[in-house]
Structure formats: structure tokens, C-alpha cells
């Protein structure tokens, strides 16, 4: 978000709805960082930068929740060679693995022998912990 400015130029320029606006939507696929020149009414230049992250692994989505039963995972993973689920009650007492599949993007578990309450689902992508969503088993 450029500001002060009359007219900006945002660069690089192809992942952004318009370059030449105080505030362009950028969609890069990988971490990018974009350069802005703003240019005031008495014709200075102003610089800064921005550098957009884009994660490698995350959860997307996760349904139902709250669950009884199957409950479906929905994750990107991208960069990595060993991917899984690790499902921890709130005690950090109880933990299930799920390896997943690096070439997928969904996976489905059971949840029907865990006992009632909150737990952690993270996603750990090359031996780190990168991503975590809360499920409630009713």
C-alpha cells in the first residue's frame, strides 16, 4: 500500500491486477517481493518494497467440524518430500499419525474412537510443524 504518492509503479508487474495503482492485489505463486516507486505532486520519488509470503503447506480445509465420524482434510502441499497429519488432544496425551500424499491434496480419518473434545490437527511437511487447525469431536 503505497501512499503520499500521485502516481505508483509496482514491480514486478505480472502478478499484479495493476502495477500503477496505490494498492494492487498481488497473486504471486511463490514469495515475491514487489518494489513500489511513488512519485509526489512536486515530482520526488519515494521507494519501498513489500515482500508477499506464500506458504509451501498449509490446511485449507476441514469438514465437518464439529465431527463424530470421517472427517475430510483438504491441504496443499508444495516443495516438500514427506508430508503428515498429526491429530493431539488438548493434554498433548494422545497422538495419531496420518502420513499423507505429497502428489494429493485431501485425506479422510476416523474419528469415531476419539473421545469427546478439542484437538489440535497439524500439518507437518519435512519434519516441521507448519500449519494447525482446531476440531471438535462430539
Known sequence: NGTGGVTYSWAPSGTLNNPNIQNPIATPLSTTTYYMTATSPDGCNFYDEVIVKVKDCYISAMSPNPATNLVTVD?????????YLMILNTTATSSNNYIIDVNQNQINFNVSSFST??????????????????????
Open 75 to 83: 491441504y496443499k502441499v508444495k516443495n516438500v518430500t514427506s508430508a
Open 117 to 138: 473434545g478439542s484437538y489440535s490437527v497439524i500439518l507437518v511437511c519435512n519434519g516441521k510443524a507448519v500449519d494447525m487447525k482446531t476440531l471438535i469431536v462430539q
